[in-house]
Structure formats: C-alpha cells, structure tokens
C-alpha cells in the first residue's frame, strides 16, 4: 500500500537486484468508462520498504485515528481521492480501491510474492499479510490475485481495525476482442473509541495519579462501539476491434524517433501516459526497468503469416467498447449499552431510536453500463488522435433506516436513474506530447446538468550539448492536468437518518475548476508542482453540529510541493516539501507546511546483502486538523484544537537477499521527549513502535 507517486528516491537496476531487467512484469489499470488500457508502477524494490505500514507515509500530509488502516483522511488536498457516493467508504480510502486502481500483470514469468509485516506485541500487536499471484495462460490472456488482510489491535484501548481484502483479475486481448474482469470483496471491521478521554493524559501526564506511561491505560470516551462494511465490486469491460492484417491502403503511423536521453526514452510512455498517476519520476527511478504498457503480444497459433513467415501486423481503425460495473455496500455502526464514557454521558446529544444502545445500518447498490465507438490513433498519418463516444446508464439503490418522524425522512429507500454522455480525445504514440481529456455530462434522471470533464498532458523538453548519438544530454519532464466538475452532492449529503444524527437538505450542486502543473528535472533530483482550485457551494461536514454543511461563498486552495533528492556516494538525502493555504480554514483547514526528509546510505554486505539503513522525519506545522465522528464515519471540520507542530522520527534498516526483503524499524523515536502528538484533535499517534517485516518474491 505504500505510496509509488511520493517522488522519493528510488533504486536503478544496477543498484538494486530485485528490479530485474529481463522479468517482463508489466502493471497496467483499466479506465473504468472507456476500458483503455495505462501503465502502472511496479514496485519490486526494498527502497523505503520500511515505511510501508506507516500511515504517515502514505501521503505528505494526513490525519487519522491513531492506528494503522483505521479511518483517516489525507490532508495533502491534491492528492485526495474524489469522494465516493457511498458516504462511510471515504474514511478508508487508501486502502479501498476502485475498479481504476486494482493492478493487473502481464508477466512472462508466473510469481508469488507473500509479504508479512508486524510490529508491537501482546494486546498491542499488529499483524499484516499479503498474499499476491499473478501469471499468463499464454501471450494473450492473464490473471492474478490478491489477499490482503490486517489485524492492528493498536496501543490504545477500543481502536483495533480488522480490513480484509481480495482482487482477482482476467483478462484476455486478441487482435479483435478484448476483454478485463475484475473483482474485488473486500470487508473494513473497526473498534471505535472516540478519541482519548482527556488530551492531558498525553500532554501533562504527571498531573493524573494514575500510570499513563502506557497508553494501554488511557481511558477513551467509548468502548464496545463497532463499524463494519462490506463491500462488493464486479466490473468487467470488453471491446472489439475493426481493421485489417492486409495492410491495404492503410499505413501505421511510424513513430518519430524520440530525441532524449536512453534512461528517460525508457519511462517516455509511462511519464507522459499516466502523467504522474503511476510512475515515480524523481531521482535513479527514471533508470529503473519499467515499460509503460504490456507489449503488444506476438500472434497467436493460427494467425496468417505472410510469405517470409512473418506475423502481418493487425492495425484496428475503430472499437466498440462496453463496460460494466456493479457495487454492493452494506454498513453498520453499533454501540453496545454502557459505550459512553464520557463524564455525562453525552457523547452523542441525540438519540432518535434509543438511548441505550446504538445499532445503525444502511445499504448502497450501483449498477453502471457505458457503451461506446473509439477511432483509434496512429492506423494512418493523418489519425493523429484518438476520437471516442459513449452513453451510459446508472442505477443507484439507497436504503436508509426508517425515521419515526415520517414528515422528516418520508422515505427510506431511494433510486436514481441517471443517463451519461460522453466524450474522449487522447494522444499518446506521439514520442514528444501526449494528451488525454475525457468529459461526460448527465443528461437525466438525479444528477442531470451534472458535468465532470479532466484533461492533463505532457512532453519531454531536449536541451543540452548532444551526445555521439545526437541525442540531447539533458531533459525536462513537463505535465499538467485539470478539470472542470459540476457534481451534485451525494444522496447522503442531502438525506440521512440514524438514531444519533438526521438531516433532510437540498444543497446546490459544487463547482470545481482546477489546474496543476509538474516540471521534473531527473539530472538534479528535482521535481516541482503546484495546484490551483477554485470551488463554489464546498460542501463539508462540521464538527459543532456533526451534520453536513455547504458553504456559499468562494473557496480557494493552492498547494505547491517540491522534491529533492541528494545523493553522494553511498549518502541519499531526499526531501519533499507541501505548501497548502485555503482561504478559509474554518471550513477547510490544511497544514500550512508538510515535509518529510528521508536521509539514508545504501552499501553492500558480502556483495550479495544490499542495505538501506537510515532516518525518515515526518512534520506538518499546527493545524486545526479535522474531528473524527465514528458514527458517520466523517472528518469534519473544527476551529478549536490545534495538531502538529511536532517531528516523527522514524530508524529503519531495509535488506534485499536475492528474492528476500526485510525491513526492521523503530518508529517515533522521538516519543519519549515530545507529547503534543496527535494526528486529530482526539487521537494521539502510536508511541514508539517496533516493527519488522519480510517480502518473499518467487518467480515460478
């Protein structure tokens, strides 16, 4: 789970053995709309293995309940997914993937790689498996799976989380049809505690008669209080190609020779495809063995061969694609009698069913079909792009609980029907800019007038003195994205009822625009990008009332992030820093500054043992960070408590053996000198932790 767009300094082949050169592992994701095919980041490295269970290390920015995959929300705000319809999904969204982000192998070699990672022990442990295949029928068709499962019991009393996850993938890509099913079962089980009982058990506890050394002994404001969901997603999406093996009159567009450097010609189609989204794009990484795309697959048994033996190539014009997507969410939240443990008793100030116990549910079903025709780029000179157009259909099913006060919440189940239409314009054979926007407006049913349409493109920049091949030494890597969002909230922002919260609202629909750009020079380890969004009718929770909010006035964000990475001799030093302002933090509050600086060696043992031994520091200044509420599973924003301000040191010690990596670290070294700790107002992070971990990577 840990974060391949971080820009941290990663390996080159030559420095380390488990990014092999010749294993043919390819990643690629599925556009969820259209059924397009981009390239993804593969990690096989034991650089920053270590930070893989570290919830600070998923994003440069983020708040959380304190233990690892418990809720969280991340506050490096363009790097935010966009929020899902199903309400109580966002607060895990770093590890519930979306049709678009499950990973699909094209990999020459079958492998298994089972990873286990632990740290604490006892009532304290934390356990986290993995368990991964993947492998090919043959040249045309895939497979893989993927069992991911957590038990964190966590240093403070009532916050163990339990995620378990499966993904499975086939896929199967002839010279006319194509076809990619994906599946993903996944259930998120929490304790929920409400955040310690009192903030001065960790900043002052030399003034409490009892033992708070242990942050076993804290008292939290519930106990016997539970979340769950399930979670079920079937999408599956196939198309067929138009063309000729017989060349005839068409001509494939030969691609102009690419004029920079070998070490970037190699990440060309993964920089300038995925725009960032997948490929790590800062220091030795460009050097790492990382094609974009799987390879076109040589022809299958049976396929016409010209008269030298050799396959004639199959050139599609045009391609009618289909995708299908279906979603099941089921939740619960559950406090048992006698949960409250606040002083009065009043952790909740209302309750509409009973107030004794607590035992809320509600249920999401989505069924979504896109149908489409695509003219396909580079079949002759002078399709230069690709053209595509689409209809699509959606059924969205709610189901709340039914509320006694029937002129309140008339109804608890609601259906949405809604038809889409859309468009794609994409370039990517070009070696020099590639492009890609895609839009889709709402024509009817709940969301009609809703429109979404995001764009980004990017290029490589030559410069410098040319080398024996006329190639130029030098390059800059130059990417921008935005988009344009005009979203009605969803069905839960506007209706909901539980026995401690309900609200009936008819809020406007948000407008978003924004732009961002990225320039990365990979010479000098520099990488630079910053955002800009403009926002009207923000909608957001607070935290005064617990209840769903949309503020009229204009917001804006900006965020600037710089990466750079040092490296001399066997020294790394790697650095990244987020700038973020709003202009107003009593609806949306973020960390001024975030920064997470990595300094490390990396030598050999015996020449076979590679080693990366070093210090990561993580740091946000004061923030009114955002109250977590248990019952609805939001972030909401508050203007009393400050968090931050303080550094999280983390001593760790990566190892690769041949196919075995292993990691041991001990984090927040700092713990015993520093207490203003928290990551939300309420929820103090992990003291110091010891954890450990081993990947095994078997190529069958």
């Not at 990999?107 to 632990?118: C, D, E, G, M, N």
């Not at 992990?686 to 990577?697: A, E, F, H, I, S």
Request: aromatic share 14%; with cysteine; proline share 5%.
């Amino acid at each position: 789970m840990n974060r391949t767009t971080s820009g941290r300094d990663t390996a080159s082949v030559e420095d380390d053995p488990c990014i092999f050169p010749d294993d043919h592992r390819y990643g690629f994701h599925i556009n969820p709309i259209t059924g397009t095919v981009s390239p993804a980041f593969v990690d096989t490295s034991y650089i920053a293995l270590a930070g893989h269970d570290v919830m600070e290390d998923q994003a440069l920015a983020i708040s959380h309940t304190g233990n690892l995959m418990g809720p969280h929300q991340v506050q490096d705000f363009f790097n935010r997914k966009t929020e899902h319809d199903f309400l109580f999904v966002n607060a895990y969204s770093l590890f519930a993937s979306r049709p678009e982000e499950i990973l699909l192998y094209n990999t020459r070699i079958p492998f298994t790689k089972a990873s286990y990672f632990t740290s604490g022990s006892g009532n304290t442990s934390n356990d986290h498996f993995i368990l991964e295949f993947a492998g090919n029928f043959n040249k045309r068709a895939g497979l893989g799976s993927t069992l991911n499962y957590v038990y964190a019991r966590g240093d403070y009393q009532y916050q163990s989380t339990k995620p378990l996850k499966w993904d499975t993938y086939l896929y199967y890509t002839g010279d006319h049809y194509k076809a990619f099913l994906t599946f993903d079962l996944s259930k998120y089980a929490n304790q929920e505690n409400g955040g310690i009982l009192d903030r001065s058990y960790v900043l002052t506890p030399e003034a409490f008669d009892d033992n708070f050394t242990e942050a076993r002994n804290m008292a939290t404001s519930l106990i016997d209080t539970y979340n769950d969901m399930d979670y079920v997603n079937l999408h599956f999406s196939h198309s067929w190609d138009f063309g000729e093996f017989n060349l005839g009159n068409l001509t494939r567009q030969k691609e102009p020779e690419p004029k920079f450097t070998d070490s970037l010609s190699i990440y060309r189609d993964s920089l300038l495809t995925a725009m960032g989204d997948s490929a790590k794009i800062s220091g030795d990484s460009l050097t790492a063995h990382q094609p974009a795309l799987p390879p076109a697959p040589p022809a299958a048994p049976g396929t016409e061969e010209d008269e030298e033996g050799d396959e004639k190539p199959f050139i599609p014009v045009a391609t009618a694609f289909n995708t299908i997507d279906f979603q099941w969410y089921d939740h619960s939240f559950r406090m048992l009698e006698g949960a409250d443990q606040t002083d009065s008793m009043n952790y909740y100030k209302n309750n509409y069913i009973s107030s004794s116990s607590t035992v809320d549910s509600t249920t999401y079903t989505s069924f979504t079909a896109y149908a489409g025709l695509r003219i396909n780029e580079g079949f002759a000179k002078w399709s230069q792009m690709a053209l595509s157009a689409f209809v699509g259909y959606e059924r969205q099913n709610y189901t709340l609980m039914t509320d006694p006060d029937l002129a309140y919440v008339p109804e608890n189940k609601h259906a949405s029907n809604n038809i889409w239409v859309g468009g794609q314009l994409s370039r990517h054979r070009n070696s020099l800019l590639t492009f890609d926007v895609l839009g889709r407006t709402a024509v009817s049913g709940d969301k009609a007038g809703d429109v979404d349409i995001s764009g980004k493109i990017g290029t490589v920049i030559p410069f410098g003195r040319r080398d024996e091949n006329g190639n130029r030494r030098d390059s800059l890597i130059v990417t921008a994205r935005g988009y344009f969002k005009n979203i009605h909230p969803g069905y839960y922002y506007n209706h909901y009822f539980s026995n401690h919260f309900r609200w009936n609202n008819d809020f406007d629909a948000e407008q978003r625009y924004r732009i961002e750009g990225k320039i990365a020079y990979p010479r000098s380890r520099t990488e630079i990008s910053a955002g800009i969004e403009h926002i009207n009718n923000y909608h957001y929770f607070s935290a005064e009332d617990g209840l769903p909010h949309q503020f009229d006035e204009q917001l804006d964000i900006l965020g600037i992030t710089l990466r750079q990475g040092i490296k001399w001799g066997i020294l790394h030093w790697d650095n990244s820093v987020l700038f973020q302002t709003t202009t107003d933090d009593k609806v949306l509050a973020l960390p001024k500054i975030s920064i997470e600086s990595d300094l490390n060696i990396r030598f050999r043992i015996a020449k076979t043992l590679y080693t990366q031994l070093g210090v990561d520091t993580y740091y946000n200044t004061k923030y009114y960070a955002p109250a977590y509420e248990p019952a609805t599973q939001t972030f909401q924003s508050q203007h009393k408590i400050e968090c931050g301000g303080y550094p999280l040191m983390n001593a760790y010690i990566n190892c690769n053996l041949k196919k075995i990596k292993f990691y041991v670290q001990m984090t927040n070294v700092l713990s015993s000198i520093t207490n203003d700790t928290f990551s939300g107002p309420y929820y103090p992070i992990q003291p110091m932790r010891l954890m450990y971990g081993v990947v095994l990577d078997f190529q069958n």
